[in-house]
């Protein structure tokens, strides 16, 4: 039986992990779950825990959701940054 994205799922998607490839990440998440045989009880908690990882991964390599840092960028000397 194949995995269908709701309507729901879709709307939460753009709004909560905007820099996801939903196809791609889908595919993924089908492709491992099918390989593991698991079932799982709330297939649609258990993909946007997916969807929520995919995001985090993005954003910490910088590549969409959260801004870029410059790494030569040192004006937080001067405004009382980090330390």
Same mark, same amino acid.
């Given at each position: 039986?194949?995995?269908?994205? &709701?309507?729901?799922?879709? /709307?939460? %998607?753009?709004?909560?992990?905007?820099?996801? #490839?939903?196809? =791609?990440?889908?595919?993924?998440?089908?492709?491992?779950? &099918?390989?593991?045989?698991? /079932?799982? %009880?709330?297939?649609?908690?258990?993909?946007? #825990?997916?969807? =929520?990882?995919?995001?985090?991964?993005?954003?910490?390599?910088?590549?969409?959701?959260?801004?870029?840092?410059?790494?030569?960028?040192?004006?937080?000397?001067?405004?009382?940054?980090?330390?």
């Amino acid at each position: 039986m194949p995995f269908l994205m &709701t309507a729901e799922m879709l /709307a939460w %998607a753009k709004e909560k992990v905007p820099a996801v #490839n939903l196809d =791609r990440e889908t595919e993924r998440f089908c492709d491992y779950w &099918t390989g593991t045989g698991k /079932a799982m %009880a709330d297939w649609p908690s258990t993909w946007r #825990n997916w969807m =929520r990882r995919a995001q985090d991964d993005i954003e910490r390599r910088g590549q969409g959701g959260a801004p870029k840092s410059d790494p030569n960028d040192t004006s937080w000397i001067h405004e009382g940054g980090p330390l």
